[in-house]
Protein backbone atom coordinates (compact mmCIF):
# COMPACT_ATOMS: atom_id res chain seq x y z
CA UNK A 1 0.00 0.00 0.00
CA UNK A 2 2.94 2.42 0.85
CA UNK A 3 4.19 1.86 -2.86
CA UNK A 4 0.78 3.00 -4.10
CA UNK A 5 0.86 6.63 -1.78
CA UNK A 6 4.07 7.12 -3.44
CA UNK A 7 1.88 8.08 -6.45
CA UNK A 8 1.00 10.87 -5.26
CA UNK A 9 2.54 13.66 -3.23
CA UNK A 10 1.50 16.42 -0.95
CA UNK A 11 1.69 19.05 -3.08
CA UNK A 12 -0.68 17.31 -5.55
CA UNK A 13 -3.34 17.17 -3.33
CA UNK A 14 -3.37 19.93 -0.95
CA UNK A 15 -6.48 18.88 1.21
CA UNK A 16 -4.63 15.24 1.86
CA UNK A 17 -4.56 15.82 5.32
CA UNK A 18 -8.04 16.54 5.63
CA UNK A 19 -8.81 13.71 3.67
CA UNK A 20 -7.34 11.60 5.63
CA UNK A 21 -8.50 12.89 8.86
CA UNK A 22 -12.22 12.28 6.66
CA UNK A 23 -10.86 8.80 6.37
CA UNK A 24 -10.40 8.15 9.69
CA UNK A 25 -13.22 9.69 10.99
CA UNK A 26 -14.94 6.82 9.15
CA UNK A 27 -13.06 4.58 10.62
CA UNK A 28 -11.08 3.72 7.86
CA UNK A 29 -7.21 3.31 8.26
CA UNK A 30 -5.76 4.76 5.25
CA UNK A 31 -2.72 2.37 4.85
CA UNK A 32 -4.75 -0.71 5.31
CA UNK A 33 -5.52 -2.46 2.08
CA UNK A 34 -9.08 -3.15 3.00
CA UNK A 35 -12.01 -1.09 2.39
CA UNK A 36 -15.54 -1.17 4.22
CA UNK A 37 -18.22 -2.76 1.61
CA UNK A 38 -21.69 -1.21 0.95
CA UNK A 39 -22.88 -3.72 3.43
CA UNK A 40 -20.21 -2.33 6.04
CA UNK A 41 -17.65 -5.14 6.02
CA UNK A 42 -13.72 -4.48 5.96
CA UNK A 43 -12.38 -6.73 2.96
CA UNK A 44 -9.96 -7.05 1.26
CA UNK A 45 -10.01 -6.81 -2.70
CA UNK A 46 -9.38 -9.72 -5.10
CA UNK A 47 -8.09 -7.96 -7.88
CA UNK A 48 -8.53 -3.92 -7.29
CA UNK A 49 -6.08 -1.74 -5.56
CA UNK A 50 -7.34 1.18 -3.95
CA UNK A 51 -5.78 4.58 -3.45
CA UNK A 52 -4.31 5.95 -0.13
CA UNK A 53 -7.36 8.13 -0.10
CA UNK A 54 -10.04 6.35 -1.82
CA UNK A 55 -12.11 4.57 1.31
CA UNK A 56 -14.25 2.76 -1.11
CA UNK A 57 -17.43 5.14 -0.69
CA UNK A 58 -20.10 4.95 -3.15
CA UNK A 59 -18.21 1.75 -4.93
CA UNK A 60 -20.61 -1.20 -5.88
CA UNK A 61 -19.71 -4.86 -4.02
CA UNK A 62 -19.15 -6.42 -6.74
CA UNK A 63 -15.55 -4.85 -6.82
CA UNK A 64 -14.00 -6.24 -4.20
CA UNK A 65 -14.66 -10.01 -6.41
CA UNK A 66 -12.25 -11.20 -8.68
CA UNK A 67 -12.88 -10.11 -12.49
CA UNK A 68 -12.40 -13.10 -14.44
CA UNK A 69 -14.53 -15.18 -12.12
CA UNK A 70 -17.34 -12.96 -10.63
CA UNK A 71 -20.99 -13.78 -11.41
CA UNK A 72 -22.35 -10.81 -13.82
CA UNK A 73 -25.46 -9.32 -13.70
CA UNK A 74 -28.14 -10.50 -15.78
CA UNK A 75 -30.77 -8.20 -16.80
CA UNK A 76 -34.14 -8.37 -18.93
CA UNK A 77 -34.24 -11.64 -20.58
CA UNK A 78 -31.67 -12.86 -18.92
CA UNK A 79 -29.51 -10.88 -20.85
CA UNK A 80 -25.76 -8.99 -19.53
CA UNK A 81 -25.16 -5.61 -20.40
CA UNK A 82 -22.51 -3.12 -19.08
CA UNK A 83 -20.01 -5.70 -18.43
CA UNK A 84 -22.18 -7.54 -15.88
CA UNK A 85 -21.28 -5.20 -13.13
CA UNK A 86 -24.32 -2.67 -12.86
CA UNK A 87 -28.02 -3.23 -12.52
CA UNK A 88 -29.70 -2.07 -15.60
CA UNK A 89 -32.40 0.27 -16.12
CA UNK A 90 -35.93 -1.03 -14.66
CA UNK A 91 -37.98 0.99 -17.11
CA UNK A 92 -36.62 -1.68 -19.67
CA UNK A 93 -36.41 -4.81 -17.60
CA UNK A 94 -40.18 -4.38 -16.63
CA UNK A 95 -41.26 -1.82 -19.44
CA UNK A 96 -44.93 -3.42 -19.31
CA UNK A 97 -44.95 -2.88 -16.00
CA UNK A 98 -43.66 0.43 -15.60
CA UNK A 99 -45.91 1.09 -18.64
CA UNK A 100 -48.99 -0.18 -16.70
CA UNK A 101 -48.16 1.99 -13.47
CA UNK A 102 -48.54 4.89 -16.01
CA UNK A 103 -51.76 3.82 -17.10
CA UNK A 104 -53.47 4.38 -13.40
CA UNK A 105 -53.36 8.27 -13.85
CA UNK A 106 -55.58 10.46 -16.06
CA UNK A 107 -53.01 13.60 -15.65
CA UNK A 108 -49.72 14.11 -17.24
CA UNK A 109 -48.65 15.28 -14.10
CA UNK A 110 -49.04 12.10 -11.88
CA UNK A 111 -48.40 10.20 -14.81
CA UNK A 112 -44.72 11.82 -14.93
CA UNK A 113 -44.91 11.12 -11.16
CA UNK A 114 -45.74 7.19 -11.01
CA UNK A 115 -42.67 6.18 -13.78
CA UNK A 116 -40.54 8.55 -12.03
CA UNK A 117 -40.98 6.64 -7.93
CA UNK A 118 -40.97 3.10 -10.17
CA UNK A 119 -37.61 4.00 -11.71
CA UNK A 120 -36.33 5.27 -8.20
CA UNK A 121 -36.23 1.30 -7.55
CA UNK A 122 -33.46 0.90 -11.07
CA UNK A 123 -30.82 2.52 -12.87
CA UNK A 124 -31.35 6.28 -11.19
CA UNK A 125 -30.13 5.20 -8.09
CA UNK A 126 -26.98 3.22 -9.05
CA UNK A 127 -26.28 6.71 -11.53
CA UNK A 128 -26.39 8.35 -8.39
CA UNK A 129 -24.11 6.54 -6.56
CA UNK A 130 -22.09 6.24 -9.63
CA UNK A 131 -21.67 10.44 -10.06
CA UNK A 132 -20.88 10.87 -6.20
CA UNK A 133 -17.89 8.72 -6.54
CA UNK A 134 -17.09 9.76 -10.01
CA UNK A 135 -17.03 13.64 -8.30
CA UNK A 136 -14.93 12.81 -5.53
CA UNK A 137 -12.84 10.47 -6.98
CA UNK A 138 -12.30 11.03 -9.71
CA UNK A 139 -9.49 13.57 -9.00
CA UNK A 140 -7.73 11.16 -6.96
CA UNK A 141 -6.55 8.64 -9.33
CA UNK A 142 -6.10 11.29 -12.29
CA UNK A 143 -2.48 11.85 -12.01
CA UNK A 144 -1.73 7.85 -11.55
CA UNK A 145 -4.07 7.55 -15.41
CA UNK A 146 -2.10 9.81 -16.88
CA UNK A 147 0.82 8.31 -16.36
CA UNK A 148 -0.39 5.20 -16.83
CA UNK A 149 -0.03 3.90 -13.53
CA UNK A 150 -3.11 3.44 -10.96
CA UNK A 151 -6.48 3.31 -12.22
CA UNK A 152 -9.94 3.65 -10.90
CA UNK A 153 -10.89 0.30 -9.32
CA UNK A 154 -13.70 0.49 -11.69
CA UNK A 155 -11.41 0.43 -14.70
CA UNK A 156 -9.34 -1.99 -13.45
CA UNK A 157 -11.80 -4.67 -13.07
CA UNK A 158 -13.23 -3.66 -16.65
CA UNK A 159 -9.67 -3.56 -18.18
CA UNK A 160 -9.69 -7.58 -16.79
CA UNK A 161 -12.74 -8.05 -18.48
CA UNK A 162 -11.85 -5.99 -21.72
CA UNK A 163 -8.22 -8.47 -22.32
CA UNK A 164 -10.29 -11.22 -21.20
CA UNK A 165 -12.92 -10.17 -24.53
CA UNK A 166 -10.04 -9.51 -27.09
CA UNK A 167 -8.24 -12.76 -26.24
CA UNK A 168 -11.85 -14.47 -27.31
CA UNK A 169 -12.18 -12.33 -30.25
CA UNK A 170 -8.48 -13.17 -31.29
CA UNK A 171 -9.08 -17.25 -31.02
CA UNK A 172 -12.44 -17.02 -32.46
CA UNK A 173 -13.11 -18.87 -35.87
CA UNK A 174 -16.28 -17.00 -37.76
CA UNK A 175 -15.48 -19.19 -41.04
CA UNK A 176 -18.13 -17.75 -43.56
CA UNK A 177 -19.91 -15.45 -41.40
CA UNK A 178 -17.83 -12.21 -42.18
CA UNK A 179 -19.52 -13.23 -46.32
CA UNK A 180 -22.90 -14.32 -45.40
CA UNK A 181 -26.14 -11.70 -45.52
CA UNK A 182 -28.32 -11.36 -42.03
CA UNK A 183 -31.70 -10.07 -41.73
CA UNK A 184 -32.10 -7.98 -39.00
CA UNK A 185 -34.96 -6.77 -36.92
CA UNK A 186 -33.56 -3.00 -35.17
CA UNK A 187 -36.09 -2.33 -32.20
CA UNK A 188 -36.71 0.27 -29.47
CA UNK A 189 -37.67 -2.30 -26.41
CA UNK A 190 -40.35 -1.59 -24.27
CA UNK A 191 -42.48 0.41 -26.92
CA UNK A 192 -45.14 -1.73 -28.04
CA UNK A 193 -48.23 -0.52 -30.26
CA UNK A 194 -50.78 1.04 -28.62
CA UNK A 195 -53.39 -0.74 -30.85
CA UNK A 196 -51.22 -4.15 -30.77
CA UNK A 197 -48.94 -4.58 -27.69
CA UNK A 198 -47.38 -7.66 -28.80
CA UNK A 199 -45.81 -5.71 -31.74
CA UNK A 200 -43.55 -3.14 -31.34
CA UNK A 201 -43.98 0.58 -32.20
CA UNK A 202 -40.65 1.42 -33.42
CA UNK A 203 -38.81 -0.74 -35.52
CA UNK A 204 -36.69 -1.22 -39.01
CA UNK A 205 -36.07 -4.75 -40.65
CA UNK A 206 -32.53 -4.22 -42.70
CA UNK A 207 -30.28 -6.41 -44.48
CA UNK A 208 -26.90 -6.12 -44.17
CA UNK A 209 -23.50 -8.42 -44.61
CA UNK A 210 -22.04 -10.18 -41.42
CA UNK A 211 -18.83 -8.42 -42.30
CA UNK A 212 -20.03 -4.90 -42.01
CA UNK A 213 -17.62 -3.28 -39.80
CA UNK A 214 -19.36 -2.02 -36.72
CA UNK A 215 -18.25 1.61 -36.61
CA UNK A 216 -19.55 1.58 -40.67
CA UNK A 217 -22.95 0.31 -39.11
CA UNK A 218 -23.13 3.04 -36.16
CA UNK A 219 -22.81 5.54 -38.38
CA UNK A 220 -23.98 5.11 -42.00
CA UNK A 221 -27.01 2.39 -40.90
CA UNK A 222 -27.92 2.88 -37.73
CA UNK A 223 -27.89 6.46 -37.85
CA UNK A 224 -29.66 7.43 -40.61
CA UNK A 225 -31.98 4.53 -40.18
CA UNK A 226 -34.05 6.74 -37.08
CA UNK A 227 -33.20 9.90 -38.50
CA UNK A 228 -30.44 10.85 -36.00
CA UNK A 229 -27.39 13.21 -36.33
CA UNK A 230 -23.89 11.83 -37.64
CA UNK A 231 -21.10 12.03 -35.16
CA UNK A 232 -22.95 14.20 -32.65
CA UNK A 233 -23.01 11.47 -29.91
CA UNK A 234 -21.58 8.62 -28.25
CA UNK A 235 -22.30 4.94 -29.15
CA UNK A 236 -21.85 1.57 -27.90
CA UNK A 237 -22.36 -1.81 -29.05
CA UNK A 238 -23.50 -4.44 -26.64
CA UNK A 239 -22.52 -8.36 -26.61
CA UNK A 240 -24.98 -9.56 -23.94
CA UNK A 241 -23.79 -13.07 -23.90
CA UNK A 242 -21.18 -11.35 -21.70
CA UNK A 243 -22.44 -7.59 -21.18
CA UNK A 244 -18.77 -6.56 -23.32
CA UNK A 245 -19.21 -3.35 -24.93
CA UNK A 246 -17.68 -2.11 -28.39
CA UNK A 247 -17.23 1.50 -29.53
CA UNK A 248 -15.39 4.16 -31.71
CA UNK A 249 -11.77 4.90 -30.71
CA UNK A 250 -11.04 8.13 -28.92
CA UNK A 251 -14.62 9.45 -28.82
CA UNK A 252 -14.82 13.03 -27.97
CA UNK A 253 -18.90 13.57 -28.35
CA UNK A 254 -20.30 15.56 -25.63
CA UNK A 255 -21.42 13.24 -23.91
CA UNK A 256 -17.92 10.94 -23.39
CA UNK A 257 -18.42 12.66 -19.86
CA UNK A 258 -21.65 10.52 -19.06
CA UNK A 259 -19.07 7.91 -19.41
CA UNK A 260 -19.86 6.14 -16.24
CA UNK A 261 -22.67 5.90 -16.51
CA UNK A 262 -22.95 3.64 -20.04
CA UNK A 263 -19.88 1.08 -18.98
CA UNK A 264 -16.21 3.30 -18.28
CA UNK A 265 -14.93 1.67 -21.05
CA UNK A 266 -15.53 -0.21 -24.54
CA UNK A 267 -13.43 -2.26 -26.91
CA UNK A 268 -12.56 -0.55 -29.56
CA UNK A 269 -14.93 -0.95 -32.73
CA UNK A 270 -13.22 -0.91 -35.88
CA UNK A 271 -11.11 -3.87 -35.65
CA UNK A 272 -14.35 -6.26 -35.31
CA UNK A 273 -17.75 -6.71 -37.13
CA UNK A 274 -21.48 -7.57 -36.65
CA UNK A 275 -20.21 -11.35 -37.31
CA UNK A 276 -18.47 -11.20 -33.91
CA UNK A 277 -21.17 -10.64 -31.73
CA UNK A 278 -23.98 -12.04 -33.58
CA UNK A 279 -23.58 -15.71 -34.97
CA UNK A 280 -26.76 -17.35 -35.11
CA UNK A 281 -30.50 -16.84 -36.16
CA UNK A 282 -32.43 -15.52 -32.74
CA UNK A 283 -29.42 -13.67 -30.88
CA UNK A 284 -29.75 -10.34 -30.21
CA UNK A 285 -27.44 -7.78 -29.21
CA UNK A 286 -27.62 -4.16 -28.06
CA UNK A 287 -27.25 -0.69 -29.09
CA UNK A 288 -26.81 2.49 -26.81
CA UNK A 289 -26.44 5.64 -28.51
CA UNK A 290 -26.22 9.41 -26.75
CA UNK A 291 -24.83 8.74 -22.92
CA UNK A 292 -27.02 11.82 -21.52
CA UNK A 293 -30.23 10.44 -23.08
CA UNK A 294 -29.30 6.84 -23.48
CA UNK A 295 -31.53 5.41 -26.45
CA UNK A 296 -31.89 1.59 -25.87
CA UNK A 297 -32.21 -0.10 -29.20
CA UNK A 298 -32.38 -4.15 -29.64
CA UNK A 299 -30.90 -6.05 -32.83
CA UNK A 300 -31.87 -9.28 -33.60
CA UNK A 301 -30.73 -11.66 -36.35
CA UNK A 302 -34.23 -13.35 -37.97
CA UNK A 303 -31.92 -15.40 -40.79
CA UNK A 304 -28.66 -15.53 -41.68
CA UNK A 305 -28.37 -16.72 -45.60
CA UNK A 306 -25.82 -19.33 -46.96
CA UNK A 307 -22.72 -17.34 -48.15
CA UNK A 308 -23.70 -18.82 -51.93
CA UNK A 309 -26.92 -16.54 -51.60
CA UNK A 310 -25.05 -13.57 -49.74
CA UNK A 311 -24.15 -10.42 -52.07
CA UNK A 312 -23.30 -8.22 -49.27
CA UNK A 313 -25.74 -5.47 -50.07
CA UNK A 314 -27.32 -3.22 -47.69
CA UNK A 315 -31.20 -2.95 -48.30
CA UNK A 316 -34.18 -1.49 -46.33
CA UNK A 317 -37.01 -4.06 -45.89
CA UNK A 318 -39.57 -2.51 -43.60
CA UNK A 319 -40.44 -0.41 -40.68
CA UNK A 320 -42.78 1.44 -38.38
CA UNK A 321 -42.40 4.68 -36.31
CA UNK A 322 -41.29 7.78 -37.23
CA UNK A 323 -37.95 9.69 -36.94
CA UNK A 324 -36.32 9.98 -33.46
CA UNK A 325 -35.62 13.32 -31.75
CA UNK A 326 -31.96 13.59 -31.76
CA UNK A 327 -30.51 16.59 -29.47
CA UNK A 328 -32.22 19.56 -28.78
CA UNK A 329 -34.07 20.54 -25.33
CA UNK A 330 -36.19 17.71 -24.96
CA UNK A 331 -34.39 14.98 -22.31
CA UNK A 332 -35.62 12.07 -24.30
CA UNK A 333 -33.86 8.47 -24.64
CA UNK A 334 -36.11 5.27 -24.94
CA UNK A 335 -37.20 5.51 -21.45
CA UNK A 336 -38.29 9.12 -21.29
CA UNK A 337 -39.19 8.71 -24.91
CA UNK A 338 -41.80 5.99 -24.14
CA UNK A 339 -42.99 8.22 -21.06
CA UNK A 340 -43.91 10.91 -23.30
CA UNK A 341 -45.57 8.92 -25.75
CA UNK A 342 -48.23 7.38 -23.33
CA UNK A 343 -48.68 11.11 -22.03
CA UNK A 344 -49.00 12.04 -25.51
CA UNK A 345 -51.80 9.07 -26.24
CA UNK A 346 -53.94 10.45 -23.33
CA UNK A 347 -53.38 13.94 -23.38
CA UNK A 348 -53.79 16.70 -26.09
CA UNK A 349 -52.14 18.98 -24.03
CA UNK A 350 -49.08 16.18 -23.50
CA UNK A 351 -49.06 15.80 -27.05
CA UNK A 352 -48.60 19.79 -28.05
CA UNK A 353 -45.92 19.94 -25.66
CA UNK A 354 -44.00 16.88 -27.05
CA UNK A 355 -44.15 18.15 -30.86
CA UNK A 356 -43.00 21.80 -29.86
CA UNK A 357 -39.97 19.43 -28.17
CA UNK A 358 -39.33 17.27 -31.29
CA UNK A 359 -39.38 19.82 -33.38
CA UNK A 360 -37.02 21.93 -31.33
CA UNK A 361 -34.58 18.71 -32.08
CA UNK A 362 -31.16 19.00 -33.62
CA UNK A 363 -32.28 16.67 -36.36
CA UNK A 364 -35.83 18.43 -36.74
CA UNK A 365 -34.03 21.88 -37.54
CA UNK A 366 -35.06 21.04 -41.22
CA UNK A 367 -38.38 20.65 -40.76
CA UNK A 368 -41.73 22.75 -40.32
CA UNK A 369 -43.95 22.08 -37.47
CA UNK A 370 -47.37 21.55 -38.29
CA UNK A 371 -49.95 24.04 -37.87
CA UNK A 372 -51.82 22.01 -35.52
CA UNK A 373 -49.68 20.24 -33.25
CA UNK A 374 -52.34 17.54 -33.16
CA UNK A 375 -52.46 16.39 -36.52
CA UNK A 376 -48.75 15.40 -35.83
CA UNK A 377 -47.85 11.82 -36.41
CA UNK A 378 -45.10 10.47 -34.17
CA UNK A 379 -46.02 6.67 -36.02
CA UNK A 380 -45.24 7.95 -39.57
CA UNK A 381 -42.93 5.50 -41.36
CA UNK A 382 -41.73 6.44 -44.81
CA UNK A 383 -39.79 3.48 -46.29
CA UNK A 384 -38.47 5.93 -49.16
CA UNK A 385 -37.61 8.62 -46.90
CA UNK A 386 -35.55 6.46 -44.59
CA UNK A 387 -33.54 5.38 -47.64
CA UNK A 388 -29.67 4.78 -47.03
CA UNK A 389 -28.33 8.01 -48.60
CA UNK A 390 -25.42 8.02 -46.66
CA UNK A 391 -23.37 5.35 -48.22
CA UNK A 392 -21.77 7.85 -50.05
CA UNK A 393 -20.01 9.39 -47.54
CA UNK A 394 -16.60 9.71 -46.06
CA UNK A 395 -16.43 7.93 -42.41
CA UNK A 396 -17.09 10.00 -39.37
CA UNK A 397 -13.99 11.15 -37.16
CA UNK A 398 -15.22 10.67 -33.48
CA UNK A 399 -11.70 12.22 -31.93
CA UNK A 400 -13.55 15.56 -33.89
CA UNK A 401 -16.95 15.00 -33.40
CA UNK A 402 -19.83 17.31 -34.06
CA UNK A 403 -19.87 20.45 -31.91
CA UNK A 404 -22.45 23.54 -31.66
CA UNK A 405 -20.59 26.89 -30.84
CA UNK A 406 -22.40 29.92 -29.74
CA UNK A 407 -20.67 33.31 -29.63
CA UNK A 408 -19.98 35.13 -26.33
CA UNK A 409 -18.98 38.48 -25.95
CA UNK A 410 -17.97 40.88 -28.58
CA UNK A 411 -17.27 38.00 -31.07
CA UNK A 412 -19.77 36.72 -33.68
CA UNK A 413 -20.98 34.03 -35.87
CA UNK A 414 -18.60 35.10 -38.59
CA UNK A 415 -15.68 35.78 -36.70
CA UNK A 416 -15.78 32.28 -34.62
CA UNK A 417 -16.07 30.72 -37.81
CA UNK A 418 -13.00 32.70 -39.89
CA UNK A 419 -10.88 31.96 -36.95
CA UNK A 420 -9.13 28.93 -38.23
CA UNK A 421 -6.74 28.84 -35.11
CA UNK A 422 -9.46 28.08 -32.66
CA UNK A 423 -11.58 25.38 -32.47
CA UNK A 424 -14.33 23.55 -30.31
CA UNK A 425 -13.93 20.16 -31.63
CA UNK A 426 -12.35 19.04 -28.56
CA UNK A 427 -8.17 19.45 -30.43
CA UNK A 428 -6.79 22.36 -32.18
CA UNK A 429 -7.31 22.42 -35.88
CA UNK A 430 -3.33 22.39 -36.51
CA UNK A 431 -3.21 19.14 -35.03
CA UNK A 432 -6.00 17.46 -37.31
CA UNK A 433 -4.48 14.07 -39.11
CA UNK A 434 -3.34 15.15 -42.69
CA UNK A 435 -5.94 15.09 -45.07
CA UNK A 436 -8.85 16.58 -42.39
CA UNK A 437 -9.98 19.72 -41.87
CA UNK A 438 -12.02 22.02 -39.30
CA UNK A 439 -16.06 22.14 -41.33
CA UNK A 440 -18.17 24.70 -39.81
CA UNK A 441 -21.63 25.44 -40.99
CA UNK A 442 -23.95 28.13 -39.88
CA UNK A 443 -27.52 27.40 -38.74
CA UNK A 444 -28.51 31.16 -37.59
CA UNK A 445 -26.79 34.39 -36.01
CA UNK A 446 -27.25 32.41 -32.80
CA UNK A 447 -24.97 29.41 -33.61
CA UNK A 448 -23.17 26.88 -36.00
CA UNK A 449 -21.78 23.65 -35.90
CA UNK A 450 -18.17 22.49 -35.73
CA UNK A 451 -16.64 19.12 -36.94
CA UNK A 452 -13.55 17.12 -37.90
CA UNK A 453 -14.02 15.54 -41.94
CA UNK A 454 -11.90 13.97 -43.69
CA UNK A 455 -11.25 16.33 -47.10
CA UNK A 456 -9.01 13.99 -48.83
CA UNK A 457 -7.84 11.81 -46.27
CA UNK A 458 -9.50 8.52 -47.84
CA UNK A 459 -11.22 6.02 -45.02
CA UNK A 460 -9.69 3.09 -43.92
CA UNK A 461 -10.57 0.11 -46.17
CA UNK A 462 -11.23 -2.19 -43.22
CA UNK A 463 -13.40 -0.36 -42.52
CA UNK A 464 -15.74 1.30 -44.79
CA UNK A 465 -18.04 -0.14 -47.34
CA UNK A 466 -19.03 0.20 -51.09
CA UNK A 467 -20.39 3.36 -51.78
CA UNK A 468 -22.89 1.91 -54.08
CA UNK A 469 -24.59 -0.86 -52.51
CA UNK A 470 -22.91 -0.88 -48.75
CA UNK A 471 -20.56 -4.64 -49.13
CA UNK A 472 -17.69 -4.47 -47.68
CA UNK A 473 -16.29 -7.14 -49.66
CA UNK A 474 -13.59 -6.80 -52.17
CA UNK A 475 -13.51 -3.41 -51.90
CA UNK A 476 -11.35 -1.13 -54.29
CA UNK A 477 -10.59 2.38 -54.79
CA UNK A 478 -11.90 4.63 -57.28
CA UNK A 479 -8.87 4.70 -59.61
CA UNK A 480 -8.99 9.02 -60.37
CA UNK A 481 -9.75 10.30 -56.87
CA UNK A 482 -9.44 7.32 -54.63
CA UNK A 483 -12.17 8.78 -52.20
CA UNK A 484 -14.76 6.57 -53.18
CA UNK A 485 -15.38 2.10 -52.37
CA UNK A 486 -16.49 -0.18 -54.52
CA UNK A 487 -17.25 -4.05 -54.11
CA UNK A 488 -17.96 -4.20 -57.83
CA UNK A 489 -17.25 -3.04 -61.23
CA UNK A 490 -21.19 -3.17 -61.40
CA UNK A 491 -21.44 -1.12 -58.61
CA UNK A 492 -18.96 1.29 -59.37
CA UNK A 493 -20.69 1.86 -63.44
CA UNK A 494 -23.95 2.67 -61.76
CA UNK A 495 -22.50 4.86 -58.77
CA UNK A 496 -20.61 6.88 -61.61
CA UNK A 497 -23.47 7.41 -63.27
CA UNK A 498 -25.84 8.09 -60.77
CA UNK A 499 -23.56 10.84 -58.95
CA UNK A 500 -19.90 10.08 -58.99
CA UNK A 501 -19.26 11.24 -62.09
CA UNK A 502 -20.11 14.82 -61.13
CA UNK A 503 -18.09 14.78 -58.21
CA UNK A 504 -14.82 13.04 -58.78
CA UNK A 505 -12.09 14.66 -58.99
CA UNK A 506 -8.02 14.18 -58.63
CA UNK A 507 -7.68 15.45 -54.41
CA UNK A 508 -5.17 18.32 -54.04
CA UNK A 509 -3.10 17.43 -51.18
CA UNK A 510 -2.37 20.98 -49.41
Not at 93 to 113: D, M
Not at 169 to 194: H, M
Not at 495 to 501: A, F, P, T
Amino acid sequence: MDGLAELWEPSDIPEVEEWKDIMENLGINPRDPRRPTPQGEFKMPKFIKFHLLDGGQNLDDIFWEEPLTFKPRAGRNGWIELWGVYPVSSILAHPSVSLFKCLLSNTANTLHWFCIQYDKLGIPYAEERQLKRVMSMQWIYLKGEMKGELKRPELQFIDALVARKVRQLEEDDLGDLRRRDYTLNISLPGLKDPRNNKVDRFWRRIRVSGGLPLGVFADKIITPLWGWVRNLHCHVFTDFKDGSLFGPKECNSVDVGHFYTSGYTYIPEEEYCIAHILRDSGEVMGYRYDFGDHWYVDIKVEEICPADQSNGKISLIDGAGGILPDGGSGSFGTSDWAINLRIADISEAGKRKLVSQVFGATNFSDKVQPRDPLTYDFDAFNIEGTRLVILDSKASLPYASKKAVSPVGEHTVESLMKNENVSSIGRNPKDLKKGTSVVRTKVDDTVFWEEGQSTVRRDNPKNTACASCGSPQDLKTCAKCGQRFYCSRECQTAHWKEKHKRDCKKPTRS
